[in-house]
Nanobody, 122 residues
Framework: QVQLVESGGGLVQAGGSLKLSCAAS????????MGWFRQAPGKQRELVAA???????HYADSVKGRFTISRDNAKNTVYLQMNSLKPEDTAVYFC????????????????WGQGTQVTVSS
């Protein structure tokens, strides 16, 4: 019913920057919140950042001051600007959206993107 398509991952040297994008399409009335998670090999998936439709944001302590999440509500797209990247940021990054499909629907459905690899070399 809803597809999330991510882009922008890749290989970068420590100290570099990358910008991830995630576009949602399908049966969407509203999305709140949208966010980014990541999963490194052998570790659990963890929340990186999230943003509400009103623009309120939340960040993991490990990325505060380095990453910035933003969204374009008209395009149902969320972005993650990652600066001052560190080798420990290496992971598969997943986009996440809690979707309300219609105006009368009260239950939110959670969707995930396919993931995009971010590799930071030292």
């Amino acid at each position: 019913q809803v597809q999330l398509v991510e882009s922008g991952g890749g290989l970068v040297q420590a100290g570099g920057s990358l910008k991830l994008s995630c576009a949602a399409s399908g049966s969407i009335f509203s999305i709140n919140p949208m966010g980014w998670f990541r999963q490194a090999p052998g570790k659990q998936r963890e929340l990186v950042a999230a943003i509400t439709s009103g623009g309120s944001t939340h960040y993991a302590d490990s990325v505060k001051g380095r990453f910035t999440i933003s969204r374009d509500n008209a395009k149902n797209t969320v972005y993650l600007q990652m600066n001052s990247l560190k080798p420990e940021d290496t992971a598969v990054y997943f986009c996440n959206a809690d979707v309300r499909h219609t105006i009368v629907e009260r239950i939110l459905s959670r969707y995930w993107g396919q993931g995009t690899q971010v590799t930071v070399s030292s």
